[in-house]
């Protein structure tokens, strides 16, 4: 039958003689355990087990954070659970052995399956066994002439079998006649699309691991946070972050420039549960492409904007300060909008502006952003809505050498004050500088001036909105597995769906004279698979095949 | 408005509640009472070597004894039933009321999780027994149901919010909403399963069970039948759950699948279902095996809903609390 020999349908086997087996004869041995179906079980059940420790533990491909907070947290067990490879279960040695083997097994069984299922599809029914009453689902109908027929009208067998055929070809039975022990009879078959549904589904399950497997090797992703007004260049080098592929190669990239045009955000203001919550994110976009032509579109949560066959979505949001800092001599020294990342809720925000220009000394300086500024009990300040109703920025300022002339890469959001001086704020005895948009502050000791510039012509309470620009952070992805992998996993549904719903059954039908006159007639099927309406199946056939030739 | 519309949805679950707790009571009793009916055969056989007529007498009586307690059976099957239908009602009214003071379909926070899987729970139980009569499990599919909505509505209650942006898709109803129905597949299949682990233990020792309504019921072999024809079409469901999962993170997190604890959940019981079809195909994996299998499946059905949402990080945080 080209099944697994312990698959419940096939026979069971005879007595073991074990023979001397050769290399040959031990690879195949190997070869059946791998395909026989209690492996394919335990693999499968192992399967399961294996994918837990990837839910408890953080993975560096859903959370890197975690996994950096966890080597913090646990500076003794990490390093042991990373040389398991448990921060990365998924593409783990072992994970990956369990899945392979399991598909390795799969192929060797859909294979011969495939094979006699082909050879299936062209043959035709089974001759009739000799003794239909040994089948399962077995029932018998008798038509004496004693009930009402007279002998001329008494249907032969052989009428009752002609009958009994055309009744299961109408039903999309594939039927054949065969004599057996002198009585005529009609054997049928339908149901091989439940067969044919379960190869698809296997097959199919191969296609989407084959799909994920080729596309992933060329697919990327990277984060990019783009401020008001900013133009993204789509080259590798002004990604935030990025995550190739195995064979991801830097020209694979598009080229187009995406400019944030504005960032729109409602906050709740009607249900009181959750006052000021933020939502129905908008990011209005545009692209130009080399070719001059422009596409413009609104990235949203759940509805991505495609540019360059990539998709580009939305992440988060902040506000993005633009602050001029005038050195000593009176020139500027830096003049751009910081993006500060938002630290709670309410877009309380940190920023860091380094002006390494700045002459005689480089500044450095530490900000916080609050919105809609709150003065908290403790004296601290705090941001009580995320929306621009009372924005006020504070520094705390550092000279010294930034450290940006030793050619080692630095974040752009830290500033290491170990080696600064402290000028403004914390311990240096002056006062934080405090600014509203449009305002300046002096820097002590004649070092300079920073001011918060406005973005609107006339900032003042009550008239905030729009004098801070907004950012958001994207993700571009691309990965050209999605429709492979999609149309698989369709595919294997339907197969499913066939394999489990569609009975496969094989049904005979024999006639035989009885002795007083009249026919006897004997019904049987037999499921290949599970079929629990098969006796109601094969009764219902046998009253309507008996009413048929009453008549 | 949504304030009165809220308050009266939790009138109609604690209702709903009190109700499923009184048809749960009559559906123990039910079984109860199968179990104390004496075996007509045992009390025959009793008078087998005694007087004759002893014996016909003694069969009579029975006969009559266990007719009447039949009768007085079917009785309290029946307010069983009749109660369940009207709890569901007072259910349902309980979902709805809360989607319309939503705005919303009313499966966006663990509360709203737990009142309308309950819910689901009982429909499918209803429905099904247009297919098979499945009365005994009445005791089981109104006592999982009124755990899982007294826990969620005592523990995990909160007031209305409007829908995060991220759920704002037709998705929340396609893929969380035949989540949902196939976990009720998955739960009806594991009451078979459970009541074929002890039907078995009863076939393999007669005398000492002290379950007799097992009697009454369908044998091993039957209600393993019953059960797999149940996963079947929770596992078809659970399929498209993941492949709909899929797409729609696309749309939300542009990966389609990323490894996320939730998904690493969905991912696991899937398999653990694959393997319970497998286990069934597979020669000495029916029986026992499979409905332990159908058990830990509904385990990991129930981590998935609880621990994976309340403990663990992920993008799938909207159990509201």
Redesign the interface.
């Known amino acids: 039958m080209s099944r697994p020999s312990?698959?419940?349908?096939?026979a069971?086997p005879a007595p073991i003689n074990q023979p001397e087996l050769g290399l040959v004869g031990y690879a195949r041995f190997f070869w059946r355990q791998l395909t026989s179906?209690?492996t394919?079980?335990f693999l499968?059940?192992l399967?399961?087990l294996a994918?837990?420790p990837?839910?408890l533990v953080?993975?560096r491909?859903?959370?890197p954070n975690?996994v950096v907070q966890y080597f913090e947290s646990n500076p003794g067990l990490a390093p042991v659970l990373d040389a398991v490879q448990l921060f990365d279960?998924?593409g783990s040695v072992w994970f990956s052995a369990i899945y392979l083997l399991l598909f390795v097994s799969l192929i060797g069984c859909v294979i011969p399956r495939t094979a006699h299922h082909l050879k299936a599809l062209r043959s035709r029914p089974p001759r009739t066994p000799a003794r239909l009453e040994r089948l399962e689902a077995f029932t018998v109908r008798e038509i004496p002439t004693t009930s009402g027929l007279s002998t001329t009208d008494a249907p032969s067998p052989a009428e009752a079998i002609e009958s009994a055929r055309e009744l299961l070809a109408s039903r999309r039975y594939r039927v054949e006649e065969y004599e057996v022990r002198g009585a005529p009879s009609v054997s049928a078959e339908r149901g091989y699309l439940r067969e044919t549904g379960n190869l698809v589904f296997h097959t199919a399950l191969l296609g989407v691991l084959v799909s994920?497997g080729l596309g992933g090797s060329f697919a990327y992703?990277g984060q990019k946070v783009i401020i008001e007004g900013a133009p993204f260049v789509h080259v590798l080098g002004s990604y935030d972050s990025f995550n190739p592929g195995r064979f991801f190669d830097e020209t694979d990239l598009e080229p187009f420039v995406l400019t944030l045009d504005r960032f729109d955000v409602d906050y709740?203001e009607f249900?009181l549960?959750?006052y000021g919550?933020p939502?129905?994110?908008r990011a209005s976009v545009t692209a130009r492409y080399p070719s001059g032509e422009e596409s413009s579109g609104v990235v949203?949560?759940?509805?991505?904007f495609e540019v360059g066959g990539t998709?580009v979505?939305l992440l988060g949001n902040g506000y993005a300060p633009t602050i001029t800092v005038r050195d000593g001599e009176g020139n500027i020294a830096f003049n751009r909008a910081v993006p500060f990342l938002p630290q709670d809720a309410e877009l309380t925000s940190l920023g860091v502006i380094k002006a390494p220009d700045a002459v005689p000394e480089q500044l450095g300086m530490i900000g916080f952003f609050y919105p809609t500024a709150g003065l908290l009990s403790t004296g601290a300040y705090a941001s009580a809505h995320a929306d621009l109703l009372d924005p006020l920025l504070t520094l705390r300022v550092y000279t010294g050498d930034l450290g940006l002339d030793d050619g080692i890469p630095i974040s752009v959001f830290t500033l290491d004050t170990d080696d600064l001086t402290e000028i403004v704020g914390g311990d240096s005895g002056v006062e934080s500088i405090e600014l509203r948009p449009g305002e300046t502050a002096e820097l002590p000791d004649g070092l300079g001036s920073v001011t918060f510039e406005s973005m609107t012509a006339d900032p003042g309470p009550g008239n905030w909105a729009g004098s801070v620009k907004r950012f958001a952070s994207f993700?571009v992805?691309y990965?050209p597995a999605?429709w492979g992998?999609?149309t698989f996993?369709?595919l294997?549904?339907l197969g499913?769906?066939c394999s489990?719903?569609v009975p496969r059954r094989r049904v005979w039908v024999k006639a035989a004279e009885l002795a007083g006159g009249g026919i006897r007639l004997e019904y049987a099927g037999l499921a290949r698979?599970?079929d629990?309406g098969l006796a109601d199946a094969v009764a219902e056939l046998a009253d309507t095949h008996r009413d048929m030739v009453k008549r | 408005m949504?304030e009165q519309l809220a308050s009266a949805a939790l009138v109609a679950i604690y209702s709903a509640m009190a109700v499923y707790a009184i048809a749960f009571v009559f559906f123990a009793v039910d079984l109860a009472k199968r179990s104390s009916a004496r075996e007509p055969v045992a009390a025959a056989a009793t008078g087998q070597l005694g007087a004759f007529e002893g014996s016909v007498a003694v069969a009579e009586r029975v006969g009559t004894a266990t007719e009447a307690r039949t009768s007085k059976v079917s009785r309290l099957e029946r307010v069983g039933f009749a109660l369940t239908v009207l709890a569901w009602l007072l259910h349902l009214a309980g979902a709805v009321l809360r989607g319309l003071a939503n705005g919303h379909v009313p499966w966006s926070n663990m509360f709203e999780f737990s009142l309308v899987m309950s819910l689901a729970l009982t429909t499918v139980f209803l429905v099904v027994q247009f297919w098979q009569k499945l009365s005994y499990l009445g005791t089981y599919a109104t006592g999982a149901s009124l755990i899982v909505l007294g826990v969620g509505t005592v523990n995990f209650y909160?007031?209305?919010?409007?829908l995060?942006?991220?759920l704002?898709?037709v998705?929340i109803i396609i893929h969380v909403g035949v989540a949902i129905l196939a976990t009720s597949f998955f739960a009806l299949g594991a009451g078979l399963s459970l009541l074929q682990l002890l039907q078995a233990r009863r076939e393999a020792n007669p005398e000492g069970s002290r379950l007799g309504f097992l009697r009454t019921i369908p044998d091993s072999v039957a209600l393993e039948?019953l059960a797999?024809?149940t996963i079947?079409v929770g596992?078809?469901l659970w399929?498209?759950t993941l492949?709909a999962g899929?797409?729609?993170a696309?749309?939300?997190?542009?990966?389609?699948?990323?490894?996320?604890?939730k998904e690493?959940?969905t991912?696991?019981i899937w398999?653990?279902y694959?393997?319970y079809?497998?286990?069934?195909?597979?020669?000495?994996?029916?029986g026992a095996p499979s409905a332990w299998l159908s058990i830990i499946g509904i385990a990991?059905v129930i981590f998935n809903y609880t621990i994976?949402n309340l403990f663990?990080?992920?993008?799938h945080a909207y159990s509201g609390l």
């Open positions: 312990d698959h419940i349908d096939s069971p179906m209690r394919a079980l499968l059940l399967l399961a994918a837990i990837g839910s953080p993975q491909s859903s959370d975690g279960v998924y994920v992703n709740e249900n549960n959750a919550r939502g129905n994110f949203q949560v759940n509805h991505p998709k979505y993700d992805h990965n999605e992998a999609l996993a369709i294997a549904l499913l769906l489990l719903f698979g599970e629990p | 949504t909160v007031e209305v919010t409007p995060h942006d991220s704002q898709s998705w039948s797999y024809r079947v596992f078809v399929t498209f492949i899929a797409i729609w696309e749309r939300a997190w542009g990966r389609f699948w990323g490894w996320d604890t690493v959940w991912f696991i398999v653990i694959a393997g079809i497998h286990a069934r195909a597979t020669r000495g994996w029916r990991a994976v663990f990080k992920g993008l």
